[in-house]
């Protein structure tokens, strides 16, 4: 379980001149379940763009062994750096089984996928009776759910969902932090970019808060949801 996954030393990222995020540094091990929480515009998606490898940095980033500095986004994806995208970003008009295949892509072998899709089906059992269904006929929770079983299907070492609860019920949010849970426990790494906050400390053994593109704490998800900087940023008390 000690074993590091994903280290990142020393990151600076960038839009052009911009600059956004300053000096992070990030450890996840293997195993977890990592929030990365903080305010609308704090810099959580720019930071997951950089591990994916989309957005150029300057900075140390290691995967799995593997230095990321230098790979691309697709390199990194068959690495098992996987991300499950803000918004969703479904394609609407393909049902539900053809989303979920379209991260099974790099994949060859037949039997192996239909493996994982038989395992995502049982994490969502809702997406198994809708699998013919266009994706964009879906509500934003099965939406949300397609998403994060379409990433799965990429059989990743780290997931890293972007603001999975935004516009969710919170009996829909309980479910499916509940499925990283369990996830987890079938050695899926998960690291969960929230602006709320208390939602992603709920099942996270330890979080990063991001604010103005810096840390600015970092602990387990007790010592977080106790302190009194993170209740009075974001309860309001
Ligand atoms: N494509 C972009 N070009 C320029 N600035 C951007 C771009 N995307 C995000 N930003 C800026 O970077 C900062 C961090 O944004 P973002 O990483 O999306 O934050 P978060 O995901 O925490 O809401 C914000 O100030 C935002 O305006
Ligand atoms: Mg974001």
Same mark, same amino acid.
């Given at each position: 379980?000690? &074993?590091?996954? !994903?280290?990142?030393?020393? @990151?600076?990222?960038?839009?052009?001149?911009?600059?956004?995020?300053?000096?992070?540094?990030?450890?996840?091990?293997?195993?977890?379940?990592?929030? @990365?929480?903080?305010?609308?515009?704090?810099?959580?998606?720019? @930071?997951?763009?950089?591990?994916?490898? =989309?957005?150029?940095?300057?900075?140390?980033?290691?995967?799995?062994?593997?230095?990321?500095?230098?790979?691309?986004?697709?390199?990194?994806?068959?690495?098992?750096?996987?991300?499950?995208?803000?918004?969703?970003?479904?394609?609407?008009?393909?049902?539900?089984?053809?989303?979920?295949?379209?991260?099974?892509?790099?994949?060859?072998?037949?039997?192996?996928?239909?493996?994982?899709?038989?395992?995502?089906?049982? @994490?969502?059992?809702?997406?198994? &009776?809708?699998?013919?269904?266009?994706?964009?006929?879906?509500?934003?929770?099965?939406?949300?759910?397609?998403?994060?079983?379409?990433?799965?299907?990429?059989?990743?070492?780290?997931?890293? =969902?972007?603001?999975?609860? !935004?516009?969710?019920?919170?009996?829909?949010?309980?479910?499916? !932090?509940?499925?990283?849970?369990?996830?987890?426990?079938?050695?899926?790494?998960?690291?969960? =970019?929230?602006?709320? =906050?208390?939602?992603?400390?709920?099942?996270?053994?330890?979080?990063?808060?991001?604010?103005?593109?810096?840390?600015?704490?970092?602990?387990?998800?007790?010592?977080?949801?106790?302190?009194?900087?993170?209740?009075?940023?974001?309860?309001?008390?």
């Amino acid at each position: 379980m000690s &074993e590091i996954l !994903l280290n990142v030393q020393g @990151l600076f990222v960038g839009y052009g001149e911009v600059p956004v995020l300053r000096d992070i540094h990030m450890d996840i091990r293997r195993g977890e379940i990592v929030a @990365l929480v903080g305010s609308n515009g704090a810099g959580k998606t720019t @930071l997951l763009r950089a591990l994916s490898r =989309v957005l150029a940095g300057t900075g140390k980033i290691t995967f799995d062994g593997h230095d990321l500095t230098h790979l691309t986004p697709d390199q990194g994806f068959a690495l098992g750096l996987v991300q499950v995208p803000e918004g969703r970003q479904l394609f609407d008009q393909m049902t539900v089984f053809e989303n979920l295949m379209m991260g099974a892509f790099r994949r060859r072998s037949k039997g192996a996928i239909h493996a994982t899709l038989e395992s995502v089906y049982a @994490l969502f059992p809702t997406l198994y &009776e809708r699998r013919t269904q266009r994706a964009g006929s879906l509500s934003g929770g099965e939406q949300q759910m397609c998403a994060i079983g379409r990433g799965l299907m990429a059989t990743p070492k780290l997931l890293m =969902v972007d603001e999975m609860s !935004l516009g969710l019920a919170p009996v829909i949010i309980d479910q499916l !932090l509940e499925v990283l849970s369990t996830i987890r426990k079938q050695d899926v790494t998960v690291l969960l =970019v929230e602006q709320d =906050v208390f939602a992603a400390l709920e099942v996270a053994d330890r979080g990063y808060v991001i604010e103005t593109g810096a840390v600015t704490q970092s602990g387990t998800a007790l010592e977080l949801t106790e302190s009194p900087e993170v209740k009075r940023a974001y309860l309001g008390i």
